[in-house]
């Protein structure tokens, strides 16, 4: 029989809708049911493509006997952190401060009230490695509910008071300026991993958000040694394992710090980002390889995660069937050299071996190797590898594939929209920004719709329940002035500014601070505000780089001051920890540089246009267009003639502008291109 979550429409939270648990979705009414029954909740937090989520909901939620004994003893509530974000942060900050570590699945136990007593992530079915079982907790909890009411109550009130004491102030006096900067340069420079590329030891994360701070901070300084961790590390991970050899895209992370084998699910965020990442690269250094990644990468989002609706699903998972019809982790991307030499007969299973790294032991599990470019195959016959790639991914294809979680959420659309609308113009794919544009159509109508605030996901083309977070907001303006830039269509600054005001209303705090939740959402026992990057850019950093693009464009005094406001943070937290406050330092570089602002009085697609948005100066806006209407859309065009009846391009900083330029390598000098 089907539980309360059948009615949902997270995939995650569908996938738990057939178990015995009697799941309830996070609500007033589940609360409620625990008041009048004088009983706990059990919150469970997970995604549709964690892999220990899925273990131990078959471990233990879809066990009878331990769905018979959380029925009678607890209101169980079943979280989708992704539809939720700020649910997840406010209880997972909880874990991390009471245990020192976090992950999902995540395992709260509530009062009635919602405050936390009790913490934990993955529970086994047995006791193992000193950790309790699943049932010795729940009974555990019970016993503390029923015989130490005063202990649990004064444990939660502990707990809630500390949090509450967390709030941040706006951090600092001031913006970011040239010594914090050059000091978050110097933090980067000893946690790099000199050997591999990336940051820190396993397991390592694709440093996106680094990445662009460094490739901007090299544009603005000329610091050749910010480029070198930039484009050493994104070669690392090109040619390691993270990255899809055959049908591109990123997994999520290196479980080790040579990038050989992968976490396996894709996530639409990494993707988008990295994309973008790897063609700005190209656009700094004219790789070859930066600008295979890119397109790849671009092209993976577009064939594997784009929705019928146009917009783009949240990922891929870790897990696909097997050969013997098992689940398992990475079976649908791993290769041993048997199945190679089924594939491609002898010589170029050799080939093929040598070229990707697959040895006779295995770099994975059970013999199978990760594919990757070890680089030690000597030079190779470029179309002989293309051919073998080619039967290998139609090989590939005819096996399981892993599942797709199809919800769209808003922010990683917007981080989708920005990287398809420049690897696009950059690469002359206009298909690629068409996608962009109709991601972008899809967030307008379905997520905007009727209520004229952005709602966090949909699926199937139908809006979610759950209000957007201040990331949603900031990711996806950020998305739709990269459209702007990309288009000329003035729609989309004009609705990058209907976005932003709804931050400056709704999210902004005293002093600049900003706020993960709106004033008016669901009041959570504390408030989210996190400034730190974590997969994505914070939300915080987010729309400070929205803001301060938006005033670029527009003159805007208060969205100017707002973005100057919210980078007071960057100040404080980018010398210490700049590894946690990746976008919020490029945002800061942009700010050192201006932004500039450039006007193109001339054609989308020119040589103008096309040189303006390869320009790399940090965080430039480019407004573009022609004819007496232009300036209605863009303001950076009102009064901008055309030179002897010429094209014409005019770079301003703080709207005091050089002498305009017909000269397309002018104007590239002009941006550092």
Request: hydrophobic share 40%.
């Amino acid at each position: 029989m089907a539980n309360r979550l059948a009615q949902t429409t997270s995939p995650y939270l569908l996938q738990h809708a057939d178990n015995p648990v009697d799941w309830w979705p996070w609500s007033p009414e589940a609360f409620e049911e625990a008041r009048k029954r004088d009983v706990p909740v059990l919150l469970s937090v997970g995604y549709a493509s964690c892999h220990w989520c899925h273990v131990m909901a078959h471990e233990s939620f879809e066990d009878d006997g331990t769905a018979a004994y959380l029925n009678a003893h607890f209101v169980p509530v079943k979280v989708d952190r992704e539809e939720r974000p700020d649910v997840d942060a406010v209880y997972m900050e909880a874990v991390q401060a009471a245990t020192g570590q976090g992950g999902w699945p995540m395992t709260v136990f509530l009062t009635p009230d919602a405050e936390p007593f009790y913490f934990g992530t993955y529970f086994p079915p047995e006791p193992r490695h000193g950790s309790p079982s699943f049932q010795q907790v729940l009974e555990g909890v019970t016993a503390a509910w029923t015989d130490r009411r005063d202990e649990v109550a004064e444990v939660a009130g502990r707990i809630v008071a500390d949090l509450a004491g967390r709030s941040l102030v706006h951090g600092g006096d001031g913006v970011p300026g040239e010594s914090e900067v050059a000091q978050a340069l110097l933090g980067l420079t000893r946690e790099y991993d000199e050997q591999h590329g990336g940051f820190g030891g396993a397991p390592k994360f694709p440093p996106a958000m680094v990445v662009e701070f460094l490739l901007r901070h090299y544009a603005r300084t000329g610091a050749e040694g910010a480029l070198q961790m930039a484009a050493d590390t994104c070669t690392a991970m090109a040619r390691g394992g993270i990255y899809d050899q055959l049908g591109g895209g990123f997994a999520r992370y290196s479980v080790d710090r040579e990038w050989i084998v992968p976490h396996f699910e894709k996530m639409l965020y990494d993707n988008a980002l990295l994309c973008r990442v790897y063609a700005h690269l190209w656009r700094t250094t004219g790789s070859d390889e930066a600008r295979r990644i890119a397109l790849e990468t671009a092209d993976f989002m577009v064939r594997e995660l784009r929705t019928a609706e146009g917009g783009f699903a949240s990922a891929l998972d870790a897990d696909s069937e097997d050969a013997d019809g098992k689940h398992v982790e990475g079976a649908y991307y791993v290769w041993t050299p048997e199945q190679l030499r089924d594939v491609l007969g002898e010589d170029d299973a050799a080939f093929a071996a040598a070229y990707f790294g697959v040895t006779e032991d295995g770099t994975f599990e059970e013999g199978a190797s990760v594919l990757r470019l070890p680089g030690d195959a000597g030079p190779v016959d470029a179309a002989r590898v293309t051919g073998v790639r080619a039967r290998l991914l139609a090989a590939r294809d005819e096996r399981p594939h892993p599942g797709r979680d199809d919800k769209v959420v808003a922010a990683w659309n917007g981080l989708a929209i920005a990287a398809l609308a420049e690897t696009g113009a950059y690469f002359d794919r206009p298909d690629l920004v068409e996608r962009a544009t109709e991601a972008a159509d899809l967030l307008v109508r379905v997520h905007l719709g009727e209520v004229a605030r952005l709602t966090r996901t949909s699926k199937d083309g139908r809006a979610g329940d759950n209000a957007g977070v201040l990331e949603d907001y900031g990711d996806v303006a950020e998305g739709f002035l990269a459209l702007a830039a990309v288009t000329g269509e003035g729609a989309w600054l004009e609705f990058a500014g209907f976005l932003l005001d709804i931050v400056l209303e709704q999210f902004t705090g005293e002093g600049g601070q900003l706020y993960d939740t709106a004033h008016d959402a669901e009041q959570l026992i504390r408030r989210p505000q996190d400034p730190t990057d974590s997969a994505t850019p914070s939300g915080w950093t987010a729309a400070a780089g929205a803001l301060l693009s938006y005033a670029a464009y527009t003159g805007s005094e208060a969205h100017r001051t707002a973005a100057e406001g919210a980078l007071g943070v960057v100040k404080v937290l980018g010398p210490r920890v700049p590894r946690f406050v990746g976008w919020g330092l490029a945002v800061a570089e942009a700010l050192l540089d201006g932004p500039r602002e450039v006007a193109v009085a001339g054609p989308v697609g020119g040589e103008l246009h096309r040189t303006a948005l390869l320009g790399r100066a940090p965080g430039a806006v480019v407004a573009v267009g022609e004819g007496p209407g232009a300036g209605a859309e863009f303001p950076l065009l009102v009064d901008r003639p055309l030179l002897g009846g010429e094209p014409t391009a005019y770079v301003c900083r703080h709207f005091v502008c050089d002498a305009p330029t017909t000269d397309a390598g002018e104007l590239a000098a002009k941006l550092g291109g």
